[in-house]
Nanobody
Framework: QVQLVESGGGLVQAGGSLRLSCAASGVIFSRYAVGWFRQAPGKEREFVATIGWSGVNTVYTDSVNGRFTISRDNAKNMVYLQMNSLKPEDTAVYYC????WGQGTVVAGPYDYWGQGTQVTVSS
């Protein structure tokens, strides 16, 4: 049974930082690209960042480039999203997703597994 579990969300003031974690079980995580997506109330789910299975390739959406950093520790079956200089518009439920042997794609379709999400709220 493949399971992805996000953690690390919470309430933070604008300008603050959070680190989200995505823990995988039931898979050899090193064979999967992992993406972070987010969904704000009343909006569609959108791509945030992705990292290829090797950890070499990373892609960010423009709105978070330079503020967020995605990384992975395959030995621990973990992927992280370090979020700095948070803004109120970053408020959303954040989801991690895994794509087998992927290099990291920016659309949701190719991802095979999804977590349940973690809430991030940034106050102004």
């Amino acid at each position: 049974q493949v399971q992805l579990v996000e953690s690390g969300g919470g309430l933070v003031q604008a300008g603050g930082s959070l680190r989200l974690s995505c823990a995988a079980s039931g898979v050899i995580f090193s064979r999967y690209a992992v993406g972070w997506f987010r969904q704000a109330p009343g909006k569609e789910r959108e791509f945030v960042a992705t990292i290829g299975w090797s950890g070499v390739n990373t892609v960010y959406t423009d709105s978070v480039n330079g503020r967020f950093t995605i990384s992975r520790d395959n030995a621990k079956n973990m992927v992280y999203l370090q979020m700095n200089s948070l803004k109120p518009e970053d408020t959303a439920v954040y989801y991690c997703a895994a794509e087998r042997w992927g290099q990291g794609t920016v659309v949701a379709g190719p991802y095979d597994y999804w977590g349940q999400g973690t809430q991030v709220t940034v106050s102004s």
